[in-house]
Structure formats: C-alpha cells, structure tokens
C-alpha cells in the first residue's frame, strides 16, 4: 500500500506495538529501522495521527497511532533530537499519558512551581499555541484579579489545529487561587510545562 502525506511517499502504514504500564501508554517500534519524525515530549497524539516514520533500507513507512489511544508525550525517544535513529523491535517511541488529554480536552495543568516573586504559577500540559481566549471577539477566560477553581477552563492550546481546552489544577496548587499575571501573550508558542499564570492563594 502507498500512502502520500505532505508530499512524502510511504509504502506502508503500521501502528507501533502498544504496552500499559503504571497508568501510562508506552508505544514500541513495531520493526527495526531508523526512526525519524518522533513525537517530542508535551506532544498531543491521538488515534490515527502520524507518530513518526521507519526507514528502512530507503523504503519509508508511515507510524501512526493505534486505535483507542490518545494522550500526551511525557517520554520521548532517548534520540529524539536526532534526524534518524536506529531502533530495534521493541524500543520506545514516546510514553504517553492517557489522562492528559481524553476526548480532544487537556486534563490539568502540571504542579505549581515558584515563579521568580516566590508565588504560585499554572503549567500549561500541552506544547503549543496558546489563547486565552475562546475566539478573537470573545472575553478570556481569565483576567488578572480573578479567583479560578480546579477544574475551570483557562486557556486554549492549538496542537496540529486542533485546539485543546486547558483546565486549572494539579498536585500543589490550591483549589482556588487568584490570578496574578497572565505571562504569556495571546498566540504565543508554548512547550508543555511552561508557566502560564501567576497565582496567588484566596
């Protein structure tokens, strides 16, 4: 079977081998081959999107990911950074984790860190572009001054056009807290972890 995506000619599509392990998803190169195009790490990969490709012997062949799985990259490949690396049967591909993303929703943010006045800070999960906002002509979701609850809706992050709601939350933030400064700009890139909002406890 040939498969053409963004102009690149592929012989086959394989979905790489999948293994649960502690709650998270660890996908596995499914052949031998060297692996370019790997998902990084903050990534959002959900079923039937590309997550990577096998070269082998100059012959390319299409990763995409197995059906019931979605979730964010929390581990990539250790070569990553790499143009092509060679893998065996077996070796992982990217740890994702399930709960972070379900259903095209981001799950909550990472835990607090101090910013550089000693308070509080929300991580955005995801890597990408990132609005505060629901549309250009709508209100954000949050403005400095206001009190936001766990599990309240704070941002959107655009990953590969599909735009992921970012929700307040996680180990070592308070239920609810006050926002202090937004310190991104309305479609700033992102990377997954990065701080987001200034907090302060209510």
């Known amino acids: 079977?040939?498969?053409?995506?963004?102009?690149?000619?592929?012989?086959?599509?394989?979905?790489?081998?999948?293994?649960?392990?502690?709650?998270?998803?660890?996908?596995?190169?499914?052949?031998?081959?060297?692996?370019?195009?790997?998902?990084?790490?903050?990534?959002?990969?959900?079923?039937?999107?590309?997550?990577?490709?096998l070269e082998v012997l100059g012959t390319l062949t299409k990763l995409v990911v197995p059906a019931g799985v979605a979730g964010l990259v929390v581990e990539e490949n250790v070569h990553s950074k790499l143009a092509r690396k060679p893998v065996a049967y077996g070796d992982v591909i990217a740890v994702i984790d399930p709960k972070a993303v379900a259903g095209g929703v981001a799950a909550t943010g990472g835990a607090s860190a101090s910013t550089a006045t000693g308070g509080l800070v929300w991580k955005t999960p995801l890597g990408g572009r990132y609005y505060g906002r629901p549309s250009p002509s709508a209100e954000p979701f949050v403005k400095v001054g206001d009190v936001i609850k766990t599990g309240q809706t704070v941002a959107l992050v655009e990953v590969m056009k599909t735009f992921n709601r970012a929700s307040y939350g996680g180990a070592g933030l308070p239920s609810e807290a006050r926002v202090t400064r937004i310190l991104v700009n309305e479609g700033d890139d992102v990377n997954g972890g990065d701080a987001i909002l200034a907090l302060e406890v209510v």
């Open 1 to 53: 079977m040939t498969t053409h995506d963004n102009g690149r000619r592929f012989e086959r599509e394989l979905a790489p081998l999948v293994k649960e392990e502690n709650g998270l998803v660890i996908l596995r190169a499914p052949r031998p081959g060297l692996l370019r195009d790997a998902p990084t790490k903050g990534r959002a990969l959900r079923e039937g999107e590309r997550c990577g490709e």
